[in-house]
Protein backbone atom coordinates (compact mmCIF):
# COMPACT_ATOMS: atom_id res chain seq x y z
CA UNK A 1 0.00 0.00 0.00
CA UNK A 2 1.53 3.29 -1.01
CA UNK A 3 1.14 6.58 1.13
CA UNK A 4 -0.80 8.10 -1.11
CA UNK A 5 -4.18 8.43 -0.65
CA UNK A 6 -6.61 7.85 -3.35
CA UNK A 7 -8.54 10.19 -5.70
CA UNK A 8 -11.30 9.66 -7.91
CA UNK A 9 -10.60 11.27 -11.55
CA UNK A 10 -13.83 12.89 -12.88
CA UNK A 11 -15.73 15.79 -14.43
CA UNK A 12 -18.47 16.90 -11.78
CA UNK A 13 -19.66 20.31 -10.73
CA UNK A 14 -20.32 21.71 -7.32
CA UNK A 15 -23.80 21.77 -6.43
CA UNK A 16 -23.92 25.11 -4.74
CA UNK A 17 -21.53 27.40 -6.51
CA UNK A 18 -21.28 25.23 -10.19
CA UNK A 19 -17.40 25.21 -10.09
CA UNK A 20 -15.66 22.40 -12.28
CA UNK A 21 -14.49 19.61 -9.60
CA UNK A 22 -12.18 17.11 -11.60
CA UNK A 23 -11.13 15.47 -8.40
CA UNK A 24 -12.50 13.72 -5.47
CA UNK A 25 -11.07 12.03 -2.25
CA UNK A 26 -14.24 9.80 -2.56
CA UNK A 27 -16.46 8.09 -5.24
CA UNK A 28 -19.75 9.95 -5.59
CA UNK A 29 -22.49 8.00 -5.31
CA UNK A 30 -24.72 10.56 -7.43
CA UNK A 31 -27.53 11.18 -4.97
CA UNK A 32 -25.61 13.22 -2.87
CA UNK A 33 -24.43 16.96 -3.49
CA UNK A 34 -20.71 17.82 -4.19
CA UNK A 35 -19.17 20.49 -2.95
CA UNK A 36 -16.09 22.18 -4.19
CA UNK A 37 -13.30 22.35 -1.54
CA UNK A 38 -14.41 26.46 -0.96
CA UNK A 39 -18.23 25.44 -0.69
CA UNK A 40 -17.23 22.65 1.44
CA UNK A 41 -15.23 24.41 4.24
CA UNK A 42 -17.79 27.37 4.09
CA UNK A 43 -20.45 24.74 5.00
CA UNK A 44 -18.38 23.40 7.52
CA UNK A 45 -18.19 27.04 8.98
CA UNK A 46 -21.82 28.09 8.71
CA UNK A 47 -22.87 24.87 10.32
CA UNK A 48 -20.80 24.95 13.35
CA UNK A 49 -22.27 28.87 13.33
CA UNK A 50 -25.66 27.48 13.20
CA UNK A 51 -25.57 25.28 15.88
CA UNK A 52 -24.37 28.16 17.84
CA UNK A 53 -27.10 29.73 17.25
CA UNK A 54 -29.44 27.04 17.85
CA UNK A 55 -29.08 27.50 21.62
CA UNK A 56 -31.19 30.54 21.06
CA UNK A 57 -34.93 28.82 21.74
CA UNK A 58 -38.13 30.62 20.35
CA UNK A 59 -40.53 31.74 23.55
CA UNK A 60 -44.04 32.23 23.24
CA UNK A 61 -46.11 34.67 25.16
CA UNK A 62 -49.80 34.16 26.26
CA UNK A 63 -52.15 34.06 28.82
CA UNK A 64 -52.51 30.38 29.84
CA UNK A 65 -53.05 28.50 32.86
CA UNK A 66 -51.42 25.45 34.54
CA UNK A 67 -54.38 22.53 33.87
CA UNK A 68 -52.50 20.66 37.19
CA UNK A 69 -52.39 23.60 40.10
CA UNK A 70 -53.94 26.44 38.09
CA UNK A 71 -50.90 28.72 37.96
CA UNK A 72 -50.64 31.47 35.32
CA UNK A 73 -48.54 30.51 32.20
CA UNK A 74 -47.06 33.64 30.46
CA UNK A 75 -44.06 31.98 28.51
CA UNK A 76 -44.06 28.41 26.52
CA UNK A 77 -41.14 26.86 24.45
CA UNK A 78 -43.78 25.84 21.74
CA UNK A 79 -47.40 27.12 20.37
CA UNK A 80 -50.17 25.35 22.37
CA UNK A 81 -53.13 23.59 20.41
CA UNK A 82 -56.58 25.23 22.18
CA UNK A 83 -58.11 21.77 23.52
CA UNK A 84 -54.13 20.91 24.77
CA UNK A 85 -53.66 20.70 28.70
CA UNK A 86 -51.01 23.15 29.57
CA UNK A 87 -48.24 22.43 32.87
CA UNK A 88 -46.26 25.11 34.50
CA UNK A 89 -42.31 24.52 35.17
CA UNK A 90 -43.06 23.28 38.73
CA UNK A 91 -45.49 20.76 37.40
CA UNK A 92 -44.07 19.73 34.73
CA UNK A 93 -40.84 18.67 36.76
CA UNK A 94 -42.96 17.04 39.15
CA UNK A 95 -44.54 14.89 36.52
CA UNK A 96 -41.40 13.94 34.62
CA UNK A 97 -39.84 13.09 38.18
CA UNK A 98 -43.05 11.24 39.33
ZN1 LIG B 1 -18.51 25.50 -4.88
ZN1 LIG C 1 -48.89 23.78 37.84
Redesign the pocket.
Known amino acids: MGGDRQMYQGNWSCSECGAAITELPFQPNGTSPLYCRDCHRQKRGNTQRSNNNFRERRTFNGNWS ?1 S ?4 AITELPFEPKDDQSL ?2 R ?2 YRAQRNG
Open positions: CQCGALCDC
